[in-house]
């Protein structure tokens, strides 16, 4: 079965970084693409950033380009989100996702999500 | 960049049939995906390219898309049903991903 659980968040301040990491299971990680999706407490679903089963190909919202990494580690089954500059408009619980069909480039949508982990950016 | 418009609240009674509408420009020339979100779970999928329905969603659910809106349709609702919806779409101009603003689903 499926299994995605992401991994790093916490409390932050604003300007600083974090890492967060989503390890995959039950599936062949490097046949799929995955994406990052959050949500501001109380609000909807905000996509983040996809990238392709190989790494080549990799896409951003306009509110994190140029502050946010996607990137994978496919020998070891994980996704990550580098994020830097962060500001208080980031907090949100992270998803992490996998596409629902394999070598999409970025273009599937996602079906299978992990559970999430809260970043909050405060003073 | 492209724009999703989705009703904020729908309600039904039990055993009626909800429509939860997602509006966009020409929104019929894209695929269009629905999600279920309940209270503090991650979202599950629950139509697939308009109307395709992953393994295990019942047939309950049901897509559609043409013009200028794609419609989730619910047959026989039933309690276990209320959630958020969210539609969403690939933004073949801005390589983007875009989510509707979610549509609350109670049931009375």
């Known amino acids: 079965q499926v299994q995605l659980v992401e991994s790093g968040g916490g409390v932050v301040q604003p300007g600083w970084s974090l890492r967060l990491s989503c390890a995959a299971s039950?599936?062949?990680?490097?046949?799929?693409?995955m994406h990052w999706v959050r949500q501001a407490p109380g609000k909807g679903l905000e996509w983040v950033s996809v990238i392709s089963d190989d790494g080549n190909k990799k896409y951003y919202a306009d509110s994190v380009k140029g502050r946010f990494t996607i990137s994978r580690d496919n020998s070891k089954n994980t996704l990550y989100l580098q994020m830097n500059s962060l500001r208080t408009a980031d907090t949100a619980v992270y998803f992490c996702a996998k596409d629902v069909a394999i070598y999409c480039g970025g273009e599937c949508p996602p079906d299978y999500w992990g559970q999430g982990t809260l970043v909050t950016v405060s003073s | 960049s492209y724009v999703l418009t989705q009703p904020p609240s729908v309600s039904v009674a039990p055993g009626k049939t909800a429509r939860i509408t997602c509006g966009g420009n020409?929104?019929?020339?894209?695929?269009v995906h629905w999600y279920q979100q309940k209270p503090g779970q991650a979202p599950v999928m629950v139509v697939y390219?308009?109307?395709d329905r992953p393994s295990g969603i019942p047939e309950r659910f049901s897509g559609s898309n043409s013009g200028n809106t794609a419609t989730l349709t619910i047959s026989r609702v039933e309690a276990g049903d209320e959630a958020d919806y969210y539609c969403?779409?690939?933004?073949?101009?801005?390589?983007?991903?875009?989510f509707g603003g979610g549509t609350k689903l109670t049931v009375l």
């Open positions: 390219e308009n109307s």
């Open positions: 039950g599936f062949t990680f490097t046949n799929y693409g």
């Open positions: 020409n929104i019929g020339s894209k695929n």
């Open positions: 969403q779409v690939w933004d073949t101009t801005s390589y983007h991903w875009v």
